[in-house]
C-alpha cells in the first residue's frame, strides 16, 4: 500500500529535550516536506526536500532541523524543542513538480512542556 | 508571494443541502489549485485540483471546484450533505515552478446537522 508513515503519533515531552520525529514514504518521490498545524493558521511549512541530499527552509524553519540520506526518508529533529513547538506535524511527499498531488501522513501530536 | 483565504472558519449544513466552501487566492503567476480534506485524527487527502485544463474540476465523494480566474477564486461545492462530510477542508495554492511548495488557507470545519 502506497503511504507515507510517521512516528511517533503521539509525544509529550519537555523543554530541551532532543526529540526525533521519522518520516518514511514508500512511493520513491522525489519531494519530501514538514509542515505544521496550528488552529486558525492552517498549514506552514517548515522544511522541505527536493531530493537525497537537498533540503531547504521553508516558511517557519527556526528550532527545527531536517535531513535526507535515503529518498525514502525524512527526519524531523527538534534539538532543543520549547512550549511554541506543541503543534502538530505532518510529513508529505510527492513526485517533483507544482502540480503534483501531496501525500500526507497520519500526523504527530507533540506536546512540550 | 501567493496566499489563500478561506472565507468562514466553520460552516454548518444541513444533510441534503448544498454544501460551499470559500476560497479565494493571490498570485502573480496562472497558479495550481487543490482542494483537501482531513478527517478527524487523519492526514490530509486531496479532493481535487485545478491545473489550467478545465475550469470545473471535479473531485472524489460528490465534490467539485470552478476555477474563476475574473474573481481569483477556487470555491468548493457539493449538491448534497451528507454526514460522512462532516470534516476540515483546506484550500492550497502551488507557487514556484519546478518545486511542489503548497501555500494553504486557514482551513473551514463543516458541520452536518441531521
Known amino acids: 500500500e502506497a503511504q507515507v508513515t510517521q512516528n511517533p503519533r503521539y509525544l509529550i515531552t519537555v523543554t530541551g529535550k532532543k526529540l526525533t520525529v521519522t518520516c518514511s514514504q514508500n512511493m520513491n518521490h522525489e519531494y519530501m516536506s514538514w509542515y505544521r498545524q496550528d488552529p486558525g493558521l492552517g498549514l506552514r511549512q517548515i522544511y522541505y526536500?527536493?531530493?537525497?541530499?537537498?533540503?531547504d527552509k521553508g516558511d517557519v524553519p527556526e528550532g527545527y532541523k531536517v535531513s535526507r540520506k535515503e529518498k525514502r526518508n525524512f527526519p524531523l529533529i527538534l534539538e532543543s524543542p520549547s512550549p511554541n513547538q506543541t503543534s502538530l506535524y505532518f510529513c508529505?511527499?510527492?513526485?517533483?513538480?507544482?502540480?503534483?498531488?501531496?501525500?500526507f501522513g497520519p500526523g504527530t501530536r507533540l506536546t512540550v512542556l | 508571494a501567493q496566499s489563500v483565504t478561506q472565507l468562514g472558519s466553520h460552516v454548518s449544513v444541513s444533510e441534503g443541502a448544498l454544501v460551499l466552501l470559500r476560497c479565494n487566492y493571490s498570485?502573480?503567476?496562472?497558479?495550481?489549485l487543490f482542494w483537501y480534506v482531513q478527517y478527524p485524527n487523519q492526514g490530509l487527502q486531496l479532493l481535487l485540483k485545478y491545473t489550467s485544463a478545465a475550469t470545473l474540476v471535479k473531485g472524489i465523494n460528490g465534490f467539485e471546484a470552478e476555477f474563476k480566474k475574473s474573481e481569483t477564486s477556487f470555491h468548493l461545492t457539493k449538491p448534497s450533505a451528507h454526514m460522512s462530510d462532516a470534516a476540515e477542508y483546506f484550500c492550497?495554492?502551488?507557487?514556484?515552478?519546478?518545486?511542489?511548495?503548497?501555500?494553504f488557507g486557514q482551513g473551514t470545519r463543516l458541520t452536518i446537522n441531521p
Open positions: 498570485s502573480s503567476v496562472p497558479p495550481y
Open positions: 508529505a511527499s510527492s513526485f517533483a513538480s507544482s502540480y503534483n498531488e501531496q501525500f
Open positions: 492550497a495554492v502551488s507557487v514556484r515552478k519546478g518545486a511542489q511548495k503548497l501555500v
Open positions: 526536500s527536493m531530493n537525497v541530499e537537498v533540503t
